[in-house]
């Protein structure tokens, strides 16, 4: 059986292990003792490494995790230093017993950033966050808008595991700045209350889904996937669902 755990480290960052059976991979393993030290209390087999993008904070664990267990290191174009095999768009990981990954171009975040699908899951890294989206650093806002909008093209069912615990910060950005796009801040409110119990509580407030997120994340709202088809979302005047998305990101990053 196929089961999806998370291990938390440094401030907010969550480094997801995907588990069949006695074998596992590690997604952005950033904290090389924390792995280890789980994988020996729960006697795990580790068989991969994937990298999502080349940021400190998901990439500081893999080359020692490597040298101890010997094994492939799966990255983007910007991790080359560090990856067996540097992947691309469409590629297939086939390492955990029939359990494949598509490796999804997810440029914004960083130039050469990548997610990893294995349907309904998919392990996101900084492109996509619950209630917000990443940062631009080396890379553009139309990349973001346009990797948020193939991530929308998904199922709704989909499971999004990203890499940061933000959620709250990003519910509160929505709540002060009364962005409720399909006016439906109340159910933002009751959901920013539930997650708040959860954080108190050190129960994770992800993985997210993409049908909640249809519902609470302006990012998703303004991709075209979802603005084109959705006649009840209101932007201010003068502004186009790109625009409006640019201006939220900007907005975001002085927050
Ligand atoms: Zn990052």
């Known amino acids: 059986m196929l089961k999806v755990i998370v291990i938390r480290t440094l401030i907010d960052n969550y480094i997801w292990l995907v588990l069949k059976n006695n074998k596992c991979l590690v997604i952005d393993p950033s904290n090389e003792p924390l792995v280890t030290k789980f994988l020996k209390i729960y006697k795990l087999q580790l068989v991969a490494i994937l990298i999502t993008h080349n940021h400190n904070d998901h990439v500081s664990g893999v080359s020692a995790l490597r040298n101890i267990y010997q094994v492939p290191v799966y990255g983007p174009k910007e991790t080359n230093y560090l990856n067996n095999y540097t992947v691309k768009d469409n590629n297939v990981i086939d390492v955990l017993q029939q359990c494949k990954f598509i490796v999804l171009s997810l440029p914004g975040h960083t130039k050469y950033h990548v997610g990893y699908y294995h349907y309904p899951w998919l392990f996101c890294g900084d492109t996509l966050f619950s209630a917000g989206c990443g940062r631009i650093f080396n890379s553009s806002i139309e990349n973001m808008f346009n990797s948020l909008n193939k991530i929308n093209k998904l199922p709704s ?64 709202q303004c991709t075209n996937s979802f603005y084109n088809e959705n006649k009840l979302i209101k932007l201010p005047k003068n502004m186009n669902n790109f625009n409006y998305f640019k201006f939220l990101r900007n907005k975001k990053d002085t927050f």
Do not use: C, G, Q, V
Request: proline residues 6%; without cysteine.
């Open 157 to 220: 069912n989909t499971i999004i595991f990203p890499s940061h615990e933000y959620t709250i910060n990003n519910l509160d950005f929505i709540i002060t700045n009364n962005i409720a796009l399909l006016n439906n801040m109340f159910i933002i409110k009751y959901y920013r209350r539930i997650i708040k119990r959860m954080i108190l509580n050190k129960i994770p407030s992800l993985p997210t889904s993409l049908y909640l997120e249809r519902i609470i994340n302006p990012f998703i």
